[in-house]
């Protein structure tokens, strides 16, 4: 049997692009064959996964922006919603079962996995904005909502059914309107993501830098004396005064085995964020045995347990002081077994099962 698998823009291995390869591989290690749509994706990332076995058909989608820019993102979006620029440049083809994990891709499919809609993501961090793009922010809100709502019609309807990526986001679909058939958590391989060492260092936390984190927390911190490892596709636009400060060492795209190290080593994973339906680094950090500090809300709350493996708090204010006293007076050793237990709830080889009965029922 054949599985294409619809993307978003594939601009770096993070988040949505770690699901389709995770999920894409193991089914090929069960005998299946995948392709990979996608509307843009980089030499470096197209060569990778063809190398892993994938076929890989890129519609090369122009755009003005700079194709790894979150601005390059939003115009696949537009492009989509106005003038259907993504869904025209493929041409369908038979004897396949399509899984859709694209926001801006809608095309016929059995499954529309919903990750996090454009709107709901502007939405959530619309206050965190500078003042002048929060402004021109609520000029053009109406308009998004009402095209992003228009582009969710349009997935649903070549969709046979749509599944979520948590329970948190599940019902956010169901206040607008959509069945969810199911819930099914992203997966995380276990067997990349564990424990690299059996004595950590603990002399520093790592945090995640996206387009969904709050920056201005991890300054925070650090003037208060706490080490901190940064890495993500947002490190590189870090401010100078997080950048240049004593208490901060920078990573901006990491190998695997590389940041497999520096979860295991960190004292705890920092997750400060906006909006998140699931959350790829808290199941990661936990993979590794390093719990996570992060907000009692969204997906994190589903897959983080409150002092078990890691720590769920109410607002930034309890989440900075929480990292202060973690920092200062550290965890039993217990936190870090439990954690790695935790992971294993998400890995590829469960969460691969799931997907596999789903089509043997539907397809």
């Known amino acids: 049997m054949r599985v294409v698998i619809f993307s978003d823009a594939v601009h770096g291995f993070y988040g949505g692009t770690r699901l389709v390869f995770f999920l894409g591989r193991t089914f090929m290690e069960n005998g299946f064959d995948v ?6 994706i980089i030499p470096q990332l197209q060569l990778f996964f063809e190398k ?11 755009t003005i922006s700079k194709m790894q820019s979150t601005l390059g993102w939003l ?4 492009g989509e919603v106005f003038f259907r620029r993504n869904s025209k440049a493929y041409r369908a083809a038979d004897g396949y079962v399509a899984l859709n994990f694209s926001h801006t891709l809608p095309l016929p499919s059995l499954v529309w996995y919903a990750l996090g809609l454009v709107s709901d993501r502007l ?10 793009y929060r402004v021109l922010y609520k000029s053009v809100k109406p308009v998004i909502q009402c095209m992003d709502s228009s582009l969710v019609r349009r997935f649903v309807g070549c969709s046979k059914m749509v599944v ?3 329970n948190f986001y599940a019902n956010l679909c169901r206040q607008r309107g959509v069945m969810v058939r199911d819930v099914i958590y992203a997966p995380v391989d276990c067997e990349v993501f564990k424990p690299s060492t059996t004595s950590p260092t603990g002399d520093y936390v790592l945090a995640y830098a996206g387009v969904e984190t709050k920056i ?3 300054k925070t911190l650090v003037d208060s004396g706490v080490r901190v490892k940064i890495f993500g596709p947002r490190a590189v636009h870090l401010p100078r005064s997080l950048v240049n400060h004593g208490n901060v060492e ?3 795209y990491v190998h695997d085995s590389k940041l497999v190290d520096l979860y295991s080593n960190a004292l705890y994973t920092l997750f400060p964020f906006n909006f998140e339906p699931f959350g790829y680094v808290p199941v990661e950090s936990m993979a590794c045995g390093t719990p996570v500090l992060t907000y009692n809300q969204q997906g994190p709350s589903e897959t983080v347990i409150h002092n078990k493996t890691g720590w769920l708090v109410e607002g930034d204010h309890k989440l900075v002081s929480k990292a202060m006293e973690v920092w200062r007076e550290g965890y039993s050793e217990r936190v870090r077994r439990e954690s790695r237990r935790r992971a294993l709830e998400f890995d590829i080889g469960r969460i691969y099962n799931k997907w596999l009965r789903l089509i043997e029922r539907h397809a």
């Open 75 to 78: 115009e696949l979006w537009a």
């Open 164 to 166: 979520a990526c948590s």
């Open 250 to 252: 920078v990573f901006a």
């Open 123 to 132: 939405h959530y961090a619309e206050r965190d904005f500078p003042l002048t």
């Open 216 to 218: 201005s927390l991890l």
């Open 35 to 40: 392709a990979l749509v996608t509307p843009q």
């Open 52 to 62: 892993n076995g994938f076929t890989v058909l890129n519609l090369n989608v122009a």
